[in-house]
């Protein structure tokens, strides 16, 4: 591994870490979360999960049913998952590998 490697992986570590114990170290360990911290915790899954959508959904076409039906299925499930199970990780991953299932094995 040479120094410039070893570099960017101290400067990654430290940023982490440091980004990790930030809140503890300006709020101390026993404060009160702010209320916009609050919403933020409430709103960004949504937030996130909107994004992760417009991009996936970019390319999309319409010329021909194999090209969009993948997605289609794939948003379905994610939202479906989403709405029962309230986890944006798991409908997330769930939702890839369901994608991916269906651009390799059944729309080739």
């Given at each position: ?39 933020l915790g409430k709103r960004l899954p949504y937030a996130i999960m909107g994004m992760l959508i417009i991009y996936c959904l970019r ?50």
């Open positions: 591994m040479n120094m410039h490697s070893l570099s960017i992986i101290i400067v990654i570590s430290g940023v982490t870490v440091l980004l990790r114990f930030l809140p503890f170290m300006l709020l101390g360990r026993n404060a009160k979360v702010p209320n916009f911290i609050t919403y390319d999309v076409s319409f010329r021909s049913y194999g090209k969009w039906l993948p997605s289609a299925i794939s948003v379905a499930v994610v939202a479906g998952l989403h709405v029962w199970k309230r986890n944006t990780l798991l409908s997330i991953i769930l939702g890839t590998i369901c994608y991916m299932l269906l651009v390799q094995y059944i729309f080739v």
